[in-house]
């Protein structure tokens, strides 16, 4: 086993004593990011994810740039649904990835097969790998990916939006929808396993689209599955949920015994704390980031004196907007590090 | 005063007894309608909202199309602020209106002013004489307004989407955004008063962005604001508050003391009833209307069971999405029109 020298985030989620709160943002490995642009300039944004050498140094940059305690993979998390058979196209300025051949209907399942991960999904093992050795230890890893139920959203609309007709399948043919789940599910296992093997320290699962149900359709048709990906990882590597907009449901996912859960800014963490026993990730909202320093401070400041002492991992309630000033980013990123002494000075 | 022969919207919205449940359902008057589209077709969709004769046709269209038991009068939220100083465009095929001028810091507000409702808005009380005069007392016709934050948060961002500066103003910049707020409460008054004296028998404030709120700014800088118009209006005509994705608040929605409260589709309309004690109205999944038949009338029938008895307007948990089939939506109001029978004949 590898040691990491910067080991925050990994003894918060083992319960172990940490001297600070970890701090890590969704969607740091992005275009606020001028040296990212400039790769982006150069590189489709597929081939940024299919290029080891591409999304490893776009992995490592807000490590080196903005200082934070854990890289995340560069990646997407319709890379998945890609491996099993859709067909997956992202071109410049047409609003988002979108598949051409959504599942609409029970006979479009003939197109959808379980991921062969080793094989189809190599590249994102080789691009773990290789941010790995090249992060030489300093901080860990974080792999991830989309829930089943968010990435069915997808698959049945075929692009981003209300997801009308994916919500529909839930009303009209649930048969249709419980069988491309669970093929969801044992491919997310699969995929979360290997991204594991090939050094991820801990796994993250992003229920992006959880807000667009109902609690009981939530229930039935994204934590049903979630639970089956957090059950068949457990002790083996630490797993990370987050749920958006889905705070109605604190306790169903508190029940997923999950290492952590992640937290939007749509609730205060100290509620959150009262429903949940684990480690807690989040939840500052992220347009604070487009605020003066001194708010961004006194947000952040209010953020970590609600959150739970000892199981709480710092970052945004969701991803780094576009637009987000780099400076802002290291001003939060810098006042989070700097907030233990600066309590204890009070 | 004049007699409206189906007044069962009245009736529920004033604790009398009603024989059935009134449905009416919010963008009603839109684009899943053929008939809507032959009048868009000609004409740019502002000219629409400033013409009464364009906005009176397409706000009687689905009283006579899929017949409903409400009209609400064809218009906009943004022609409020448009009217306070904004510079309004909306560009075929450019993603929604925009304002060219956006509020960003306290010195722009010199180019914000109360509206003159009763001239610079006229055309919208033109639009609800003409319709009232020709409803000719059919169903009652429903007036509306965006709730001061909703403005705002167009105001600040000049378009839609995540509405980062405009959440970065209540951080960073909140006298300027209360002072905002409070202009567009007292305009939203006298919009709403206006609205009314024309012959709006009941009217809606829709606060649509709720959701991207945290629940202490929400009570700050949303429900504060609401609660004065309803203050205002009490006792002159019936106000319904539909806000979205913001269920975490529903007990001080609760207080806000309106007639009605719109309930979206995360929430049992049930449990929404265990909060609050007015008249509720929603909350089915507009995405149910991309279903077939039999599941349309079952998530119907599933939300007239929960909803209070006597104290429950049928409508969607949001607006009509686009693309839905008309047939839908009139097999939906025939369901809900027949759900008394029904229930009593089981």
Chains 1, 2 share one sequence.
Not at 46 to 66: A, F, G, K, N
Not at 70 to 83: G, Q, R, T
Not at 166 to 193: C, F, G, N, V, W
Not at 277 to 283: E, R, T, Y
Request: aromatic fraction near 8%; glycine fraction near 8%.
């Amino acid at each position: 086993m590898k040691k990491v020298e910067n080991d925050l985030l990994l003894r918060v989620l083992n319960g172990e004593p940490a001297e600070r709160t970890p701090i890590w943002l969704m969607r740091q490995a992005g275009r606020y990011l001028p040296e990212y642009q400039v790769v982006r300039a150069r590189h489709d944004f597929l081939t940024m994810c299919r290029e080891p050498e591409l999304s490893s140094e776009v992995t490592i940059q807000p490590v080196d740039i903005v200082g934070v305690d854990a890289a995340i993979i560069f990646s997407d998390i319709l890379v998945l649904p890609e491996a099993m058979g859709l067909n997956l196209v992202v071109e410049e300025g047409r609003g988002g990835p979108r598949f051409t051949n959504p599942v609409r209907k029970k006979s479009d399942l003939s197109s959808v097969h379980d991921a062969d991960c080793e094989n189809d999904l190599k590249y994102v093992g080789d691009a773990i790998r290789l941010t790995v050795s090249r992060l030489n230890g300093r901080v860990p890893l974080i792999g991830f990916c989309g829930s089943p139920w968010t990435l069915l959203a997808y698959m049945v609309e075929g692009k981003g939006g209300e997801f009308a007709h994916a919500r529909a399948m839930l009303y009209d043919d649930p048969s249709t929808a419980h069988e491309l789940l669970q093929m969801l599910t044992s491919s997310a296992i699969s995929y979360l396993k290997m991204q594991h093997e090939a050094g991820a320290d801990v796994v993250q699962i992003f229920d992006s689209w959880a807000g667009v149900l109902s609690p009981s359709l939530y229930e039935e048709f994204s934590l049903r599955y979630i639970k089956q990906i957090v059950d068949s990882l457990r002790g083996e590597v630490p797993v990370i949920v987050y749920a958006k907009a889905a705070n109605h449901s604190l306790k169903s996912i508190r029940d997923l015994g999950a290492s952590a859960v992640g937290v939007d800014w749509t609730i205060g963490i100290d509620e959150a704390a009262g429903k949940i026993d684990s480690v807690l990730q989040g939840n500052l909202d992220p347009a604070v980031l487009f605020a003066g320093d001194e708010a961004i401070r006194s947000a952040a400041g209010r953020v970590l004196s609600l959150a739970p002492k000892g199981r709480h991992i710092f970052n945004l309630g969701h991803g780094v907007l576009a637009g987000t000033p780099v400076e802002s980013v290291k001003v939060l990123v810098d006042f989070v590090k700097q907030w233990n002494a600066f309590e204890q000075k009070r």
